[in-house]
């Protein structure tokens, strides 16, 4: 392939036009680097200016990324019907500062998933998320199978879950997706789901708990448990539990629990500085439904702090979040009151998909210092 040039135009002494011999390539990952035809050799930094660069932005519409049997990154322009090796985005480099910028200077309230991971390969990697079907969960694993990562929606509703597969597979053809049952009502499906698991012979790179409920009527699971605290913390624990050893084969890996600011307003002892016993199944004259979830939150932030004093030493680390402040999802659906109060916040809050911002960055900024 020649050297980048303007086509139709004489050749000139700009610094950035490359020498006789020389070509421009990319790698999957967006960097630049050139290829010395007459001496047979490549190397990151331009032959003149000596600097690095990386492309800007995302593929033009219609373009897709590929890789040739030998490695080589190529091009295919759907709408023209062409294959070239040359990255159109070649015209919008920028240069790669020695001095990297942190997260703070990078990501703001604006940013969102696909432009937190853009640039990042997810090829290999396999990324469980619970409750996928809608909500932040289904946008992050929207957004991982979107890069490559091989994600399982794991579901209580298999044509939910289904559905959500096809939206994601409607935007890219390719992406590695597919749905599994799990029901964090039933410990016995939380099991049932492991084994499951675990027979496809995978690996586990990142496990992230994020099904929940919120505001439901007192209620108790086939296992005798209050429904809000077993889905959002006891099914969560156990599964973690049951593919404990999955995730440290797969080191390094991540657990991500999903809690809540909500965890700040309870606790889980008594006056007397022991375990509130009720916990676990509390009389239906005593239950109160924001209660349970708060209390369930406070677990998830408990039980992610021990997971990784244990199992960092291990290769497995584990973090808590809180997914941002009124968001307009689903989780209110049993609740007249707080749907209408979800409603008249919406035109303050964010888009789902900006949403993200809040959740994306824990994953992905976090999943750098564990080598992804």
């Known amino acids: 392939m020649a050297a980048l040039k303007y086509a139709g135009l004489d050749d000139t002494d700009s610094e950035d036009e490359l020498p006789s011999g020389w070509e421009e390539r990319t790698t999957k990952d967006g960097w630049v680097y050139y290829a010395n035809h007459e001496e047979l050799k490549t190397q990151w930094e331009h032959p003149k200016t000596g600097k690095r660069r990386r492309v800007a932005g995302d593929l033009p519409y219609g373009w897709e990324q590929e890789t040739d049997?030998?490695?080589?990154?190529?091009?295919?322009?759907?709408?023209?019907?062409?294959t070239t090796y040359l990255d159109p985005r070649l015209a919008f480099t920028v240069e790669d500062s020695l001095e990297k910028p942190s997260s703070r200077q990078r990501y703001d309230g604006n940013s969102s998933a696909m432009e937190i991971l853009q640039g990042r390969d997810l090829t290999g990697k396999v990324i469980l998320v619970?409750?996928?079907?809608?909500?932040?969960?289904?946008?992050?694993?929207?957004?991982?199978?979107?890069?490559?990562?091989?994600?399982?929606?794991?579901?209580?509703?298999?044509?939910?879950?289904?559905?959500?597969?096809?939206?994601?597979?409607?935007e890219w053809h390719k992406a590695k997706v597919e749905a599994m049952t799990l029901d964090l009502a039933s410990l016995r499906s939380v099991q049932e789901f492991a084994e499951a698991f675990k027979s496809k012979n995978l690996p586990l790179h990142m496990l992230?708990?994020?099904?929940?409920?919120?505001?439901?009527?007192?209620?108790?699971?086939?296992?005798?448990?209050?429904?809000?605290?077993?889905?959002?913390?006891?099914?969560?624990?156990?599964?973690v539990q049951l593919l404990q050893?999955?995730?440290?084969?797969?080191?390094?890996?991540?657990?991500?629990?999903?809690?809540?600011?909500s965890h700040r307003f309870t606790n889980i002892v008594d006056s007397s500085d022991k375990v509130a016993l009720n916990l676990l199944s509390p009389p239906k004259k005593e239950y109160w439904s924001m209660?349970?979830?708060?209390?369930?939150?406070?677990?998830?932030?408990?039980?992610?702090?021990?997971?990784?004093?244990?199992?960092?030493?291990?290769?497995v680390t584990s973090n808590a979040l809180h997914p941002g402040n009124v968001m307009y999802t689903s989780i209110h659906r049993s609740w007249w009151?707080?749907?209408?109060?979800?409603?008249?916040?919406?035109?303050?809050?964010?888009?789902?998909?900006s949403e993200q911002k809040f959740i994306i960055p824990c994953l992905v900024i976090c999943s750098i210092g564990v080598h992804f």
């Open 69 to 82: 049997e030998n490695g080589q990154v190529f091009f295919v322009d759907h709408i023209n019907k062409r």
């Open 130 to 170: 619970t409750g996928a079907n809608s909500g932040i969960g289904f946008e992050a694993a929207k957004s991982f199978a979107l890069h490559g990562a091989h994600v399982i929606l794991a579901c209580r509703n298999r044509t939910r879950a289904g559905e959500a597969t096809r939206l994601i597979l409607e």
């Open 208 to 239: 992230i708990c994020n099904a929940a409920l919120l505001a439901q009527p007192w209620h108790l699971t086939e296992d005798g448990l209050e429904s809000t605290f077993q889905v959002c913390h006891l099914g969560h624990f156990y599964l």
């Open 245 to 261: 050893e999955v995730l440290r084969r797969s080191a390094p890996a991540r657990v991500i629990v999903v809690s809540s600011e």
């Open 291 to 315: 209660l349970a979830y708060n209390r369930a939150k406070l677990c998830n932030i408990l039980f992610s702090n021990e997971l990784n004093r244990r199992l960092s030493p291990h290769g």
């Open 337 to 353: 009151l707080l749907s209408i109060v979800f409603y008249l916040s919406r035109p303050f809050t964010k888009s789902m998909v």
